[in-house]
């Protein structure tokens, strides 16, 4: 008996050694790259210690009605209320992992009437409390805390990417706004130039100046200038129900300041409000390392990456016995053989071990389902930071493009509109023809509406950047 003792007591010792891996703490091993913004002068110029993303959005969006409808927008939207749901869910389900520890306490009442041979009725009943625990012997419990901790993570990023998604498409439908304005207010003042073309072309016929042909032309032109605005105001009422929709209200007038009335990112910053907006002197990029700690997927991918450690864990100790204890304390007047009363108090404790020995390969699957899953997500996870990296290239390329383009559309501009003036003052002279105007007066209109569309180009790629680098707190 005492060899048989000391052979289960050494088992016991060696399933215990065996199953302290089980305990480990997840330590993230997957190396990202270390160039994830990659390799440019523009991007060597901006990388520094600050980052734009360091920025919460009130500091970083300095309209105060962008502001209030950014606050608006997060109070209210459908799709950032449900990740707060699936938030409270994660929490919940922690919880109970948690509680997993504990007892389980049942109170199971019950009563019987038995005769035999039709005599006399026996009645006895039992009201015990029944007490179940599990003993965590081999991190089995553990690890599904763990787990269930790093889904709730997941879950806390997931509403934060939502949150920074949303913030930044308001922005982004927000001066999509403002350039549409001005755009419809270069359409307007163009509607009135064009108005009084036409009608001096309409004296020159009259007087024998000029053929039908140009008066006809100039009319088309005219009218043309005419569909544009409709549509450009019809592009204002979808942007501004698209707003509503993010709010979740009925259509109705977004208020909004005029382009130009605030600096993007940096109050401090003076002159044209265009060029500052994409001053490398204020767009920082940070380093690379940081863009890890504050973007919401990467983080998320780093959570799942714990999950699935933890999971490969529940799976391993799935193989190591199950210890359970057991007891019962109650009341109850069929002790024994003979029915007795008044009841008496009955005690009861069990303790058991189950030990897989055959789950028909269901265990082994579940573990090589969970390896692989840790080294997929390992693999996605490198995919994550390149992605973003690449995101912030992309921001940053497009930034540079929009300044540059910027000099270029306000040199175009400025001569455009001087060779309109020349032009028009050489057809009322009789010195030039009608075509000559209209081809000043489209290729003007058409600077000048790319120059506004440049500059909305310019705010959606600093907002990208702002974005892509994590911020958005």
Request: proline share 2%; aromatic share 8%; hydrophobic share 45%.
């Amino acid at each position: 008996m005492k060899r048989l003792i000391n052979i289960f007591a050494a088992a016991a010792v060696g399933l215990l050694l065996t199953g302290c891996g089980l305990y480990n703490k997840y330590e993230q091993k997957t190396v990202a790259p270390a160039d994830a913004f990659g390799t440019s002068q523009d991007i060597e110029h901006a990388v520094g210690e600050a980052s734009i993303a360091q920025m919460s959005w009130r500091e970083f969006f300095t309209d105060p009605q962008l502001q209030q409808l950014i606050e608006q927008v997060l109070a209210n939207n459908t799709d950032l209320n449900s990740m707060r749901i699936a938030v409270e869910k994660s929490e919940a389900a922690l919880k109970a992992a948690k509680m997993a520890y504990l007892p389980s306490l049942y109170f199971a009442p019950q009563g019987t009437i038995a005769s035999f041979d039709n005599g006399r009725a026996s009645k006895t009943y039992d009201l015990p409390l029944q007490l179940s625990m599990d003993i965590d012997a081999f991190g089995s419990i553990t690890s599904k805390k763990r787990a269930a901790k790093a889904v709730l993570l997941q879950a806390q990023m997931q509403q934060e990417a939502v949150r920074a998604n949303l913030i930044s498409t308001t922005a982004q439908q927000y001066f999509l706004l403002q350039v549409l304005d001005l755009q419809l207010d270069i359409l307007m003042k163009t509607d009135s130039l064009w108005n009084a073309s036409l009608e001096t072309e309409q004296a020159l016929w009259e007087n024998g100046k000029a053929y039908s042909t140009a008066v006809n032309q100039m009319e088309a032109s005219y009218l043309s200038i005419k569909t544009q605005i409709v549509d450009t105001r019809r592009n204002i009422r979808a942007v501004e129900n698209l707003i509503c929709q993010l709010l979740a209200v009925t259509p109705q007038h977004i208020s909004r300041q005029k382009w130009g009335t605030t600096i993007l990112h940096h109050a401090e910053a003076k002159g044209d409000a265009a060029e500052s907006m994409f001053d490398t002197k204020y767009l920082k990029l940070g380093v690379p390392a940081m863009m890890l700690e504050r973007r919401p997927d990467i983080r998320m991918a780093t959570h799942a990456m714990e999950e699935a450690f933890y999971n490969t864990q529940a799976a391993r100790a799935a193989f190591f016995p199950g210890i359970t204890l057991s007891g019962s304390v109650g009341w109850t007047n069929s002790a024994g053989g003979m029915v007795v009363d008044p009841g008496k108090l009955l005690l009861s404790a069990i303790g058991s071990l189950t030990q897989p020995v055959f789950a028909r390969g269901r265990l082994t699957a579940n573990k090589k389902i969970a390896q692989l899953t840790e080294e997929d997500l390992q693999k996605k996870y490198v995919q994550t930071v390149i992605n973003a990296g690449n995101q912030v290239n992309e921001a940053m390329a497009d930034c540079m493009a929009a300044r540059e383009k910027h000099q270029y559309y306000s040199r175009q501009v400025e001569v455009l509109r001087e060779a309109y003036t020349g032009t028009h003052e050489l057809m009322d002279n009789g010195k030039a023809g009608y075509i000559e105007v209209l081809r000043a007066q489209e290729s003007l209109l058409d600077a000048q509406l790319g120059e506004a569309m440049n500059m909305y180009d310019a705010a959606n790629a600093v907002i990208e950047l702002y974005i892509a680098l994590g911020g958005g707190s």
